[in-house]
């Protein structure tokens, strides 16, 4: 059965470093997504992506976020430079229809 | 804006207990409502969804009703076993909205089942 997959499992970065989560959505979905939960609060949506373009984005998802589909497989998430309070759970997600979810990647900032 | 409550955790029952989360939200439009899980170490999984009013969805012995009267989607088991222990996630999404129907979380409620 095909799965979405994310890596990595646990990313430890310092405040004010680059990170970039990757995830490979399943293969004929054409809708990609990123969460976030963090720790104890709810999974929150950070953006939508469709046709190689941002179709929705929450407030959360500021100026130092960015999404991109470089090769047509994989999905990225970037936070240019990590604070304390980017220390979450991140899933990624894609669609046709129903939305199926990666196992997530764990980030957290010191 | 549109919002998802769900009973506080931690549950924990009885192997063949009867199980209900509650689960309550708000939308502006007339939504979809879901239940997701997530096993230990996995990622989030759809259990059951209902679309619309009335609806049931269900799925592994789980069952959810569409209640538009009181804004309600509880989750429910008539016998829960030890591989049920999990998190279970109410969820929303918007059809409204069209296009990516973003899905609107409720906390999570984390389920332990002893046998």
């Known amino acids: 059965e095909p799965e979405v997959t994310q890596t990595p499992s646990h990313q430890v970065t310092q405040m004010g470093q680059e990170v970039i989560l990757r995830c490979v959505p399943i293969?004929?979905?054409?809708?990609f997504y990123w969460y976030r939960q963090i720790l104890g609060q709810k999974v929150e949506f950070l953006v939508s992506f469709y046709n190689n373009e941002i179709s929705e984005k929450s407030e959360i998802f500021d100026d130092q976020f960015s999404v991109e589909r470089p090769d047509g497989s994989n999905f990225t998430l970037k936070i240019r430079s990590t604070k304390l309070e980017d220390s979450a759970m991140y899933f990624c997600?894609?669609?046709?229809?129903?939305?199926?979810f990666g196992p997530g990647t764990r980030l957290t900032v010191t | 804006g549109d919002s998802v409550t769900q009973m506080e955790g931690p549950v924990t029952l009885s192997e063949e207990a009867f199980l209900t989360i509650n689960c309550t939200y708000t939308?502006?439009?007339?939504?979809?409502l879901f239940w997701y899980v997530q096993y230990p170490g996995e990622g989030l999984q759809l259990l059951l969804k209902a679309t619309k009013a009335d609806d049931k969805g269900s799925n592994k012995g789980f069952e959810a009703t569409y209640r538009k009267e009181t804004t309600s989607f509880h989750l429910e088991k008539g016998s829960v076993q030890v591989s049920d222990s999990a998190v279970y996630f109410c969820a929303l999404s918007d059809r409204t909205q069209g296009g990516s129907e973003k899905l609107v979380f409720g906390k999570g409620t984390k389920l332990t089942v002893n046998p």
């Open positions: 293969s004929n979905h054409l809708y």
């Open positions: 939308a502006t439009g007339y939504p979809s």
């Open positions: 997600a894609s669609a046709n229809y129903e939305q199926y």
